[in-house]
């Protein structure tokens, strides 16, 4: 079935550092892939997303490129911020069927000044 | 704008009692979702609904049902709380069921439920 495995955390950076969280993927066809984001005590928030191959999702820094080739779709910033510290989650959807996400488990990033 | 609300924040149930968590959005989306969040296991779906009438079961639907009366309002009962139903939950709405690439998930703020 659909999976997500996502890099495991929690991960701690100081601030200005390059930002890596992988994730990869398993589906048939071809999924839309999301990474969201969940700050403390809030639910989660679409960062961005990318619907086919080599589609290149971007905002508030953060970019990530739908790799086919290797199932893979990591987030990456250039330089964090302390207000970027939160939980961040892969996920992807279907090409068919109801709007159901498939969710990784999740990395927790501390940003630290 | 309200968005996706869930109420309550917060609910401390014993083993056994029924209780009901409720999700209400007023962006008139079609579809309607509900996750469990837990450690190390992200996000899992347990209902879902793609209009008022409509609902379906997710990955883990046991121990929960769902209603969708309205378009408005999709709550969640817990007919007999276990301790393994101790999780935070989460409702999630989007504007098209059928295409989540161009109609993202909306949130609420989630429901953190303790079963003793």
């Known amino acids: 079935g659909d999976s997500v495995t996502q890099m495991e955390g929690p991960v701690t950076l100081s601030e200005e550092a390059f930002l890596t969280i992988n994730c990869t993927y398993t589906?048939?066809?071809?999924?839309?892939l999301f990474w969201y984001v969940q700050y403390p005590g809030e639910g989660l928030q679409l960062l961005l997303k990318a619907t086919k191959a080599d589609d290149k999702g971007s905002n508030k820094g953060f970019e990530a490129t739908y790799r086919k080739e290797t199932t893979s779709f990591h987030l990456e910033k250039g330089s964090v911020q302390v207000s970027d510290s939160a939980v961040y989650f892969c996920?992807?959807?279907?090409?068919?069927?109801?709007?159901?996400?498939?969710f990784g488990t999740g990395t927790r990033l501390t940003v630290i000044p | 704008n309200a968005g996706v609300t869930q109420t309550p924040k917060f609910q401390v149930l014993k083993t056994g009692q029924s209780m009901t968590l409720q999700c209400a959005q007023d962006?008139?989306?079609?579809?309607m979702s509900w996750y469990r969040q837990d450690p190390g296991m992200g996000l899992r779906l347990i209902h879902y609904s793609v209009g008022a009438g409509i609902t379906d079961q997710g990955e883990v639907p046991n121990g929960y049902n769902v209603s969708r009366s309205t378009t408005e309002d999709f709550p969640l009962r817990l007919l007999s709380a276990a301790p393994s139903q101790t999780s935070v939950y989460f409702c999630a709405s989007s504007y098209s069921w059928g295409q989540l690439a161009n109609s993202p998930l909306h949130f609420g703020n989630g429901t953190r439920l303790t079963v003793t």
């Open positions: 962006m008139n989306h079609e579809y």
């Open positions: 996920a992807l959807s279907a090409q068919t069927g109801a709007n159901n996400l498939f």
């Open positions: 589906a048939t066809g071809y999924p839309s």
